[in-house]
């Protein structure tokens, strides 16, 4: 890749991983429609990573008060609030990296068609649409429970399709579960460090095992680029949702994916 791909790929990475628009699909697109080489396996891992460091950087104290919370209590054997709320979190990421591990060759080889984007981008806006005007919006983010653990860690399973989105999947059945637009947010967020660090690892893993050379200054040049952008783009995110709602994402995925019908 030359440099204006590579930036153009880590930024379209950065800002679309968080945001309910699905990125694998987006860093599908410019092969499909321009033509460009697939960026490759060391790429897609830089750029994973990339926006793995901008959440870590953003949620930090977030983090710190949970783990401290699960240490405390493991040594106590007593729970508060905040180790529960860890504990659902761990449990949300379970199913997705299970499947993830098992399932990601034959999803790799059979769903990154231009179809299946198409069909996954327009299906899921209307599902999160309809989450959007029905769901309660009352609960905070710290009010998941096990149930609603194990129901967000199951579509995220659904969330592999490319075009499905990760995040958008995630905060879609968290507003069905009744949480608020910054609740269900911010529990996609600090879901995706552990499923965003599952899969750099499995990447990793399969680079290292793949016996190509790795660019290093491709990698830099992507992860900065990929965290500076994904970094910008939750503060930004959070900042607004309560009040901007989902409606220009879900307008902006059915007018995406009417779009690509004409390249068919």
Request: a neutral charge; one cysteine or more; hydrophobic letters at 55%.
């Amino acid at each position: 890749m030359d440099l204006i791909q590579l930036s153009i790929l880590a930024l379209i990475q950065g800002v679309t991983e968080f945001l309910p628009i699905s990125s694998s699909a987006h860093l599908l697109l410019p092969h499909h429609l321009l033509g460009w080489q697939d960026q490759g396996l060391a790429f897609d891992t830089a750029v994973h990573f990339g926006s793995l460091v901008a959440v870590l950087i953003y949620f930090r104290a977030d983090i710190l008060t949970l783990t401290t919370a699960l240490m405390n209590a493991a040594i106590s054997r007593q729970h508060s609030a905040d180790s529960r709320f860890a504990v659902n979190l761990l449990i949300a990421c379970v199913p997705v990296l299970a499947i993830g591990f098992f399932g990601r060759v034959l999803i790799e080889q059979e769903l990154r068609s231009l179809e299946v984007i198409i069909g996954a981008t327009i299906i899921f806006a209307i599902v999160l649409l309809a989450a959007d005007l029905t769901g309660k919006r009352e609960r905070p983010a710290d009010h998941l429970d096990v149930t609603g653990a194990i129901l967000i860690g199951l579509s995220q399973c659904v969330a592999l399709i490319p075009g499905a989105s990760r995040s958008g999947v995630t905060m879609t059945m968290a507003l069905m579960l009744g949480f608020s637009r910054e609740g269900a947010s911010r529990i996609s967020f600090l879901i995706s460090i552990p499923v965003i660090s599952g899969a750099c690892l499995l990447k990793m893993i399969d680079l290292a095992t793949s016996g190509h050379a790795v660019d290093w200054v491709t990698i830099f040049a992507g992860a900065t680029a990929a965290g500076l952008s994904a970094y910008f783009c939750i503060r930004l995110f959070l900042g607004f949702i309560e009040r901007i709602g989902f409606m220009p994402f879900i307008v902006y995925r059915l007018l995406l994916g009417v779009v690509l019908l004409g390249f068919l």
